[in-house]
């Protein structure tokens, strides 16, 4: 059974940093995407930023693009998500997604299997 458990949320000033960490198990992740996502009160889900495990190579949302870092740790079967330079609209709670490979772009909620708790990250001004 797969598990994914985030950590690392909290509260931060705008312009601050904080990691977010997802520790998976259950399941062999050497060839799965790896994913964050973010939902903020009344808005939809939304795409953060993506990783391909077997590969490394990484995707962003433009709005975290230059800012956020996704990365993975093989040993640990750990994704990061490395914040910095945070505004209060990234403002959420950050959840962490993994799906087998498949098709898709992986850019999106419904095209990944299991989910994280989700964390809360709460950025003032």
């Known amino acids: 059974q797969v598990q994914l458990v985030e950590s690392g949320g909290g509260l931060v000033q705008a312009g601050g940093s904080l990691r977010l960490s997802c520790a998976a198990s259950?399941?062999?992740?050497?060839?799965?995407?790896m994913a964050w996502f973010r939902q903020a009160p009344g808005k939809e889900r939304e795409f953060v930023a993506r990783i391909i495990w077997s590969v490394g190579s990484t995707y962003y949302a433009d709005s975290v693009k230059g800012r956020f870092t996704i990365a993975r740790d093989n040993a640990k079967n750990t994704v990061y998500l490395q914040m910095n330079m945070l505004k209060p609209e990234d403002t959420a709670v950050y959840y962490c997604?993994?799906?087998?490979?498949?098709?898709?772009?992986?850019?999106?909620?419904?095209?990944?299997?299991?989910w994280g708790q989700g964390t809360q990250v709460t950025v003032s001004s």
């Open positions: 997604a993994a799906t087998a490979p498949n098709s898709g772009s992986y850019l999106w909620s419904y095209e990944y299997d299991y």
């Open positions: 259950g399941r062999t992740f050497s060839r799965y995407a």
